[in-house]
């Protein structure tokens, strides 16, 4: 009992005197006795290696970006001519040609616009599945050229493809005769794409295959719809001079096409990415999968007025036949493959301003341009006139589309 008592006692002291006993059995103040009196060393939080190399950016769990998106669809650039005869000329050949040799105001494809945003987050804080989304929307407004064999600007070998209303005698029919016939009226022909609308949706998983100190690489998969909408219209306006067509006779013919293309299904790829210090490299090449579906709107109508206000009118367009008034539609499967790249640099930890192009190939695709061949069915050139007949177009006339872009942007990772 006063062995208990005296350890009691002895701690006592020591809690409030500040004395301890030494190994000699004296009493002494606890700064005196070395073992008692060691400092531990302190250990810095954060070494100024670590803050010379923040963390990399895909450490962040949340990220959204806006791109400004530049476009092209390649096949109304580099279409070939040498395997279409005359006979078979469509409007895309006969634009392509004219912009080549000719000097015309507004041509088609010069307005345009595009935009993209995307976004996505990790499931874990390991990065090692996460999901993304990305809307793409690309724009050409409405672009006009004019044929006029006034201003020379109908290319020779078209000559006698493009094509204008004429009639012959008050209560005949309309007749179609080429545009370039000489001191018998004036007139022109307007090609003009209205719209043309392009958009793409995308909605990924991804996951983790390797990851290196430097680089990883993830697996992509997930649905992706596409849709690709146009307009393209053809109006000839006529006025008569030569007596065979009855002078002062005012002839207007209108041809309007719409197309619309729908892509649904799967999408797969991988993303590569390599960081260099601030700066990094994503390489993405992805396949998709897709269920297309395609309808062309076809309609046409042709008017002549008299100079006593007499009108004739004629369910048909210069270029569209009657029977090919209306809409028809196809549907089939189809693989499109697709390469991204993009450069970017990090500014702090939630900012990475980027670069990139991209390229998708569409083995088929309906466009509006497509959907009308240039010339005269025999039986509607006038009387005395010889033209180039058109091959006749019932089903959606598809090919295929290369688009390219390259887009500048920003992200934001939280």
């Not at 976004?119 to 990065?127: C, L, Y």
């Not at 209303?165 to 370039?180: A, C, D, N, Q, W």
């Not at 025999?378 to 005395?384: E, Q, Y």
Request: glycine share 8%.
């Amino acid at each position: 009992m006063n062995l208990r008592w005296n350890a009691v006692y002895v701690f006592a002291l020591f809690m409030t005197t500040g004395v301890a006993v030494a190994q000699d059995n004296t009493w002494r103040p606890i700064e005196s006795i070395p073992s008692l009196n060691q400092k531990v060393e302190e250990v810095p939080l954060l070494t100024e290696e670590w803050m010379e190399c923040p963390p990399q950016l895909h450490n962040e769990n949340f990220w959204i970006r806006g791109e400004a998106v530049a476009f092209m669809f390649l096949p109304t650039k580099i279409l070939g001519l040498a395997g279409s005869s005359e006979s078979n000329t469509n409007s895309e050949q006969l634009l392509t040609k004219a912009k080549s040799l000719f000097s015309l105001y507004d041509p088609i494809g010069s307005n345009r616009s595009g935009y993209k945003i995307s976004g996505g987050w990790w499931a874990d804080q390991e990065k090692t599945v996460g999901l993304e989304f990305s809307y793409t929307r690309l724009d050409v407004g409405a672009n006009t050229l004019i044929f006029n064999p006034n201003n020379g600007s109908i290319p020779l070998e078209f000559s006698r493809l493009i094509s204008v209303p004429v009639t012959i005698g008050r209560f005949s029919r309309i007749f179609y005769v080429p545009i370039t016939i000489k001191g018998a009226f004036t007139a022109n022909s307007e090609f003009t794409i209205v719209e043309r609308n392009h958009q793409d949706f995308q909605a990924m998983g991804r996951m983790l295959i390797y990851e290196t100190e430097d680089s990883r690489m993830d697996a992509l998969f997930g649905y992706r719809r596409i849709t690709h909408d146009d307009q393209f219209q053809i109006r000839s306006t006529v006025s008569t001079i030569f007596d065979r067509f009855i002078p002062g006779t005012e002839l207007r013919s209108t041809d309007d096409v719409a197309t619309q293309n729908t892509y649904d299904g799967a999408i797969l790829g991988i993303n590569w990415e390599r960081h260099f210090g601030p700066w990094r490299i994503d390489f993405r090449p992805k396949v998709s999968v897709l269920y297309w579906q395609r309808s062309v709107t076809r309609d046409g109508s042709t008017t002549a007025t008299f100079t006593d206000g007499f009108r004739l009118f004629s369910r048909e367009g210069t270029y569209t036949l009657n029977s090919e008034i209306g809409t028809t539609q196809k549907s089939s499967w189809t693989v499109v493959p697709e390469i991204d790249f993009q450069i970017s640099r990090s500014f702090g930890e939630n900012i990475r301003v980027f670069a990139g192009l991209s390229g998708a190939y569409f083995p088929e695709m309906a466009m509006s341009i497509n959907q009308l061949s240039l010339g005269i069915s025999p039986d509607r050139v006038a009387p005395g006139e010889t033209a180039d007949a058109p091959s006749a177009i019932t089903n959606p006339v598809s090919k295929p589309i290369l688009l390219s872009t390259a887009s500048l942007g920003i992200e934001f990772r939280y």
